[in-house]
């Protein structure tokens, strides 16, 4: 089979870019590490303190600083040339996952430590993560950003099925420090993809010019947010994907103790149940990637069903039906995920791309620390089923709200996904979408790209 066979399919229109199959390789095996070094630090918590508070308290330590400097992240992103940017990003995260090797396997690590090597975790990818998404449009364009999101998405979740379950063998086989080691190792295969790229092949916007006071660092900043806040269907799935990631997607929370306390397992059960809902997420992103438009119905139902399993797994706390179950809530939580994403990715002008893209990562893992804190409190008090049921029960109403407002204002999605896709216009996505009615008008002085 040769690359252009491969390439003429609809569902892979991405990898017809070399700088993308580049990119795609490399993240394929960094991914694996990082899926591997986060159930290894959940089970290092835990076997630390027995405590899921910690774990919540871990988790907020890793993402507080995305919720806080995230969008200054996405400033960068529309700044600075984000393949070098992304270079520089991923080698800090490699030395901080080779720090955290060490020190486990020379057993001094303490929680104090992994907190603060959480927080510096955070604080770069506060930076990355918008960068990483921005980045998608220059690797392929924008008739196969759609596609590339998708497949970013298909391969994360892939990289979900590896990793927890190579973690939890190799926990149980060696040594946690050992997960955190080839983690950091796994960095090189994407910095070497990355420097392999040709610029001349990307599809790089001009930089807009770059502000020198705090004045213009917020009014930049600022221009990401109004957009978001002035087009409704980027709003929406903002929200949604926030509102039911802070509620139901804390599976670095709940499970481990789940698995722990509830089922009574070890390391290798908790990496199986890891694996499940990649299994979920991965069938989610393989059924998305043939798609060439977003459709907005499935970021509320994504929610709903992620929800509805998660009320299943309280309901029924076996591990006959906990692997099933979260399988589903996998499949609706990046059914729900990726949708927003591409939704976004669509409708943005390219020069707000990072700033806006900046706001999305900012709501869903900066939602990270207060839905790891609201679960873990709850597990700890209660327990881990209790908190599997809360989050479930809040989720399912996120997405049945979500459901009824698209029904009443779906006229004003369809338009905005109409223009943005039209051919040879992305026009129709830089102006607001208003009015009481759900008719569209251009709001006064907006701009259009």
């Not at 992304?86 to 020190?103: K, P, T, Y």
């Not at 430590?113 to 449009?137: D, H, K, T, W, Y």
């Not at 892939?158 to 050992?178: E, F, H, K, Q, W």
């Not at 991965?282 to 509805?308: D, E, K, N, Q, T």
Request: glycine share 10%; net charge positive.
């Amino acid at each position: 089979m040769t690359i252009g066979s491969i390439t003429g399919s609809a569902a892979v229109r991405a990898f017809r870019h070399r700088n993308y199959r580049l990119f795609f390789a490399g993240q394929g095996i960094s991914l694996v590490g990082s899926w591997m070094q986060s159930v290894a630090q959940a089970w290092l918590v835990l076997t630390l303190t027995n405590d899921p508070l910690i774990l919540g308290i871990v988790a907020a330590a890793q993402w507080t600083p995305v919720l806080i400097l995230g969008l200054f992240g996405g400033l960068i992103a529309d700044t600075l040339p984000k393949r070098w940017t992304l270079v520089v990003c991923e080698a800090s995260l490699a030395a901080l996952a080779l720090i955290l090797g060490v020190l486990t396997l020379a057993g001094l690590v303490q929680v104090w430590m992994i907190l603060v090597l959480a927080v510096l975790l955070g604080c770069v990818n506060a930076i990355e993560m918008p960068v990483r998404q921005a980045f998608a449009v220059e690797m392929v364009g924008r008739e196969d950003v759609v596609n590339a999101v998708i497949l970013n998405s298909a391969l994360f979740n892939s990289a979900r099925v590896i990793g927890p379950a190579v973690a939890g063998l190799t926990i149980a086989a060696t040594n946690t420090g050992v997960a955190f080691l080839i983690n950091g190792a796994s960095f090189l295969a994407v910095i070497v993809g990355l420097l392999m790229m040709r610029d001349a092949e990307l599809h790089s916007p001009p930089p807009i010019r770059r502000p020198h006071t705090v004045r213009e660092v917020m009014a930049s900043v600022g221009e990401g947010v109004a957009y978001v806040r002035r087009t409704p269907i980027v709003l929406y799935s903002v929200l949604i994907v926030g509102l039911a990631a802070t509620i139901g997607m804390n599976f670095q929370v709940t499970i481990p103790p789940f698995a722990r306390a509830t089922l009574g397992g070890d390391a290798a059960d908790f990496g199986f149940l890891m694996t499940a809902t990649g299994l979920g997420s991965v069938a989610a992103a393989l059924w998305l990637a043939s798609r060439r438009r977003p459709a907005p119905w499935l970021i509320p139902s994504g929610a709903a069903l992620l929800g509805a399993a998660l009320i299943l797994v309280a309901i029924l706390p076996r591990i006959a039906v906990a692997l099933p179950a979260l399988t589903l809530a996998g499949f609706g939580a990046i059914g729900m995920a990726a949708t927003g994403n591409t939704t976004i990715q669509t409708v943005v002008p390219d020069e707000l791309r990072g700033r806006v893209m900046s706001v999305y990562t900012t709501v869903f893992a900066g939602s990270t620390p207060i839905g790891a804190i609201f679960a873990g409190a709850i597990a700890s008090a209660a327990n881990p089923v209790v908190a599997l049921g809360v989050g479930g029960v809040g989720t399912l109403a996120v997405g049945v709200v979500g459901l009824l407002w698209l029904r009443r204002n779906r006229e004003v999605a369809d338009l905005t996904l109409r223009e943005a896709t039209a051919p040879g216009s992305f026009r129709g996505a830089a102006h607001g979408l208003e009015g009481a009615e759900g008719e569209p008008r251009r709001r006064p002085g907006t701009a259009t790209p």
